[in-house]
């Protein structure tokens, strides 16, 4: 897998990492498998997948999710990019407070050092805003992290631009994380062209529409109540009906790749720019192996349809699935 490079600071990665959220929670624990996940996560490696996406919140608060990620990589971890996150009140259990306060960020950064059983953190984001604590405070923070050699690079999840400016201004970010995929398009209009302005990387998260482009979906009450698709909205009756037709369509599209509907929507994230990596979450070696072949997909603009025409088409199906007709729950 070749690799792509975000910011202006250095960071090179694999064009797809991995994910890591669904190991431990969101996507029903029932599931879990601490052996098979370490086994699909050294797999990702062997297939050539460098970066690795965990955070505090993952783990509860136990640390469980970084501990996973440590374990998996240490064998190997010169070689890859480990991404944290600090940011959350890990003292409400609704996980709704936010603490971006510097001694915070500071604590959490030596729980993740240790939890990760590293002695450098490759990417650290704050996970989300803090309308308590100043960004440049934040940047500060982070700043001095990165000059005692504990962090290297800084990053931002579901920030917006105004945010984005100001802890750019105090510390270089070097990524900025949010959800995007064919469906949920939000960052076009201003987000990556402000990236793209400052210097900075884009790291997709859900870039498979939190599963439903995965092809196994079944409706929200199949799935059990610590699953986030039981109440997300487009798994709800009505949304659920018109993303299946949605998703058929999307399967005639990929047909004419050569490819699954989930390769064609990571190709597509990869197509829109090489300061953009997609980082699918999954707990299967096979659905792991479908997702790295999505890097060699030939490009879209190769389609048999004309780009115009593969343009239409998509915006067609993006009204169905996400927007004007089946809401997304953020």
């Not at 440590?70 to 709704?96: C, L, N, Q, Y």
């Not at 306060?101 to 989300?128: C, W």
């Not at 064609?264 to 300061?275: F, H, I, P, Y």
């Not at 048999?304 to 915006?315: F, G, I, T």
Request: charged content about 25%; some cysteine.
């Amino acid at each position: 897998m070749h690799n792509r490079t975000l910011g202006t600071e250095g960071l090179e990665t694999s064009a797809l990492g991995l994910g890591t959220m669904g190991m431990t929670m969101a996507y029903g624990t029932a599931q879990n498998d601490d052996a098979s996940s370490i086994a699909t996560i050294r797999r990702a490696f062997e297939l050539g997948v460098t970066l690795f996406d965990t955070a505090e919140l993952y783990g509860g608060g136990t640390g469980a999710n970084e501990k996973l990620v440590g374990d998996a990589v240490k064998g190997f971890r010169p070689e890859v990019t480990i991404a944290t996150k600090f940011g959350f009140d890990m003292s409400d259990p609704t996980f709704a407070g936010r603490d971006s306060r510097p001694d915070h960020i500071r604590e959490v950064a030596e729980n993740s050092l240790r939890h990760l059983q590293t002695d450098y953190i490759d990417i650290l984001y704050q996970h989300r805003t803090d309308p308590d604590v100043p960004i440049e405070n934040v940047a500060g923070a982070v700043k001095e992290l990165i000059d005692a050699g504990k962090v290297r690079y800084f990053g931002l999840s579901e920030a917006g631009p105004d945010t984005i400016r100001r802890a750019h201004a105090v510390q270089p970010v070097s990524v900025l994380q949010t959800e995007y995929s064919i469906f949920e398009r939000q960052v076009e209009p201003e987000i990556l062209p402000l990236l793209r302005e400052l210097g900075i990387g884009f790291v997709a998260y859900s870039p498979l529409g939190r599963g439903f482009l995965t092809g196994e979906i079944k409706p929200a009450s199949e799935y059990p109540a610590d699953d986030m698709r039981s109440w997300d909205e487009r798994w709800q009756p009505g949304n659920y009906e018109r993303n299946i037709d949605a998703i058929g369509q999307l399967e005639d599209l990929a047909a004419e790749k050569d490819a699954s509907v989930t390769q064609l929507a990571l190709a597509w994230l990869l197509a829109q720019g090489e300061d953009i990596v997609p980082i699918p979450g999954t707990r299967s070696p096979e659905r792991l192996a479908e997702n790295v072949a999505a890097a060699e997909v030939e490009q879209l603009s190769g389609s048999s349809l004309p780009p115009v025409a593969m343009r239409s088409r998509l915006r067609r199906l993006r009204a169905c699935f996400l927007r004007r007709g089946c809401p997304s729950a953020r």
